[in-house]
């Protein structure tokens, strides 16, 4: 589990995990950055639920998974985020340390899209957002990002119903035969 943050937008600032100060742990069993139950290759899939909520008394903003709260980011460490967001973003992000070769750092569980959905690659499902009414929404104006194709991808499904909501499978092995 990763999370990032930052106090204005990336201008001057932006950290991971329990590098960011601020944050305050209430769980006792799991903190940003620490290492969660994987899935196995077209084997065993494990889901969870994660969720951002600011909460509309304090304006903290609570990092939870499944049914159990991480922590919160006190409002009084936002300026951008004090009183909401205007975006979202859901993904995967690695980090290549500059070199004029491309990191074999995976994203996922280092497989395209294309390679197989369910059990191959990534993906994030029944993906929603609490809006200013504090109403749960699904997303409706999605606008797919992917930074290196031959390296990462990315295959939207959006809505699909039932359990799985709004879907989109994402993931690649980085530096590759095609990605150098």
């Not at 903190?31 to 909520?53: C, D, E, H, N, W």
């Not at 990534?122 to 606008?143: C, E, G, R």
Request: glycine fraction near 12%.
């Amino acid at each position: 589990m990763s999370e990032r943050a930052q106090r204005d937008a990336y201008a001057k600032t932006g950290c991971y995990n329990l590098n960011c100060p601020g944050f305050v742990q209430v769980s006792r069993r799991l903190a940003p950055g620490a290492v969660l139950p994987v899935s196995t290759f077209k084997g065993r899939q494990l889901y969870m639920k994660i969720f951002v909520y600011r909460d509309p008394k304090t304006a903290n903003w609570w990092l939870g998974i499944n049914d159990e709260w991480i922590g919160y980011w006190p409002r009084t460490i936002f300026t951008t985020l004090a009183s909401g967001a205007t975006f979202l973003e859901w993904g995967g992000e690695i980090i290549n340390g500059g070199s004029t070769v491309h990191t074999t750092t995976d994203m996922g569980s280092g497989h395209f899209p294309s390679e197989g959905l369910d059990g191959v690659s990534a993906s994030f499902n029944s993906i929603q957002y609490v809006d200013q009414n504090y109403k749960l929404m699904k997303p409706t104006s999605v606008s797919p990002l992917v930074s290196r194709p031959k390296c990462y991808n990315l295959k939207v499904f959006g809505d699909v119903g039932g359990n799985r909501g709004y879907t989109f499978f994402f993931g690649g092995p980085g530096r590759n035969a095609n990605c150098g």
